[in-house]
């Protein structure tokens, strides 16, 4: 067996894969599988690092890292976000296809995890850069991805118009239309209703549960978001259309905050105006740092990962937090947030909720039939709800904590099917 000191060296071994990798091991005496199975799984099967050259709107030729990592092909093809970022690595992109494995696993899709990556500053890019940098990753990828292969989607800074701009280069290289190799895209080109909200909505269906088993009504309950992008602003809404009060929002520039609740509509059209949220005149600002230690019941983590840490943890002033993002809480400060009793709704489980549409969108591009928005919701709710409730019987039982219940229960589904399966050859 490998002992972790070679896992570590290996070139993915970043503090961010060392997580994904803690939590693994911390997970794996409950699952109770091999330790053929465990060793396999603690390696990603294939990881791809690329030289993206582009030539810039000046006519200067840059060169940008990009990376693809799949984790995992034991289920079906593998799935997952592509980011443009300053701290995208192929560590990075590891740990999160790792959790993808898991997410897929314990939603029941037939997906292994993928992730993968830019490292750009998106800010300073103009669209047509944006584009070139989106079409040439594609193409240096297209032998690696592939509907049956492994299906990309939007994570941070790439939204419906990198998915369409990544299905369009494939597309050519093919010579017909294959909506189904990315998720995430506009409607016109085969994308789903309900893709965009999914993950926010998702993230407030978790919630919505976790209270009822905690005997806290939603509706009555304090919010703090942070990250008011595509997860954080659409928690953000659907916490106020379910009748809880949401305080404060932040983003890369800071946070606003009102302790009486938010004007929303207001913030909203503030941010869509200047880009961010600062200067926003309708409520005190507050640093990303001080918004976590709001008095709140409910934080919503939906900004990136490592935001709660051993340094802050003990000064959290909430409930619950729920963590849209990928691993925003540290494993040291997982353990604080459980001695100080405040309940962590586990990333696999909270933000699942878009890839799990991307399911959906996946499976009707497909059949090239497609379904409406209330079957979506309706459908996604009943997943996400079967989900928890297997996590937090896990956590009644057997006296585990959601993540590591989260986490067991993915593990033994990937696990059992590759017993069945087998090492090849
Ligand atoms: P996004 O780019 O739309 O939004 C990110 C938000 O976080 C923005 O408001 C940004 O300003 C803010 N932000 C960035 N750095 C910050 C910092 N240091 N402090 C505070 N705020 C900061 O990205 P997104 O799609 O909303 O993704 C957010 C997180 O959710 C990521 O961890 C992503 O992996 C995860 N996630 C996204 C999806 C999805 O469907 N988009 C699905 C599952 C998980």
Redesign the pocket.
């Known amino acids: 067996m490998t002992d972790l000191d070679t896992v570590e060296r290996l070139e993915w071994d970043t503090p961010l894969f060392r997580t994904a990798l803690a939590q693994f091991e911390e997970a794996l005496p409950h699952a109770g599988i091999t330790d053929a199975t465990a060793e396999r799984l603690r390696f990603p099967e294939r990881a791809v690092m690329l030289s993206v050259p582009v030539l810039m709107d000046g006519g200067v030729l840059r060169i940008f890292p990009g990376y693809r990592v799949q984790h995992s092909t034991v289920l079906g093809p593998t799935k997952g976000?592509i980011?443009y970022d300053q701290e995208v690595t192929l560590g990075e992109c590891a740990a999160?296809a790792v959790w993808m494995t898991w997410?897929c696993a314990l939603l029941r899709l037939p997906y292994g995890g993928a992730k993968g990556g830019v490292r750009c500053n998106p800010r300073e890019l103009s669209a047509s850069e944006l584009q070139r940098i989106t079409r040439r990753y594609t193409a240096e990828l297209a032998p690696f991805i592939g509907p049956r292969e492994d299906i990309p989607?939007?994570?941070?800074?790439?939204?419906e118009q990198t998915m369409a701009w990544l299905m369009d280069t494939y597309s050519m290289q093919k010579g017909y239309a294959v909506p189904e190799v990315t998720t995430?895209k506009p409607i016109s080109i085969g994308g789903s209703v309900f893709?965009?909200e999914?993950?926010?909505a998702g993230v407030v269906m978790v919630t919505d549960r976790a209270c009822r088993k905690l005997g806290l009504p939603l509706g009555e309950q304090r919010c703090v978001v942070?990250?008011?992008?595509?997860?954080?602003?659409?928690a953000a809404r659907e916490l106020e259309e379910r009748g809880a009060t949401v305080l404060a929002v932040?983003?890369?520039?800071?946070?606003v905050y009102a302790s009486g609740g938010l004007d929303l509509a207001a913030v909203r059209a503030w941010?869509a105006e200047h880009g961010?949220?600062e200067g926003y005149p309708g409520a005190d600002f507050v640093t990303?740092a001080e918004?976590l230690e709001l008095p709140c019941d409910v934080l919503v983590l939906?900004?990136?990962?490592d935001?709660v840490t051993a340094e802050n943890a003990g000064r959290l002033d909430c409930r619950i937090v729920a963590e849209?993002?990928?691993?925003?809480t540290t494993i040291e400060a997982d353990r604080i947030l459980a001695d100080r009793g405040i309940v962590v709704l586990p990333?696999v489980l909270t933000?699942?909720?878009?890839?799990t549409v991307?399911y959906f969108e996946w499976v009707q591009d497909l059949g090239r039939l497609f379904w409406g928005r209330d079957e979506i919701r309706f459908k996604l709710e009943e997943m996400l709800g079967d989900a928890f409730d297997r996590v937090w019987e896990l956590h009644r039982e057997e006296g585990m904590s959601l993540r590591g219940g989260a986490l067991v229960a993915a593990i033994r589904e990937v696990a059992g099917a590759l017993e069945m399966r087998g090492i090849y050859p």
């Open positions: 976000g980011r999160l997410k989607a939007p994570d941070m800074a790439t939204n995430g893709r965009p999914a993950t926010g942070q990250g008011f992008g595509n997860v954080g602003g659409v932040s983003d890369v520039s800071g946070g941010a961010v949220l990303n918004l939906a900004a990136r990962e935001q849209g993002a990928n691993g925003p990333d933000n699942a909720g878009g890839v991307s």
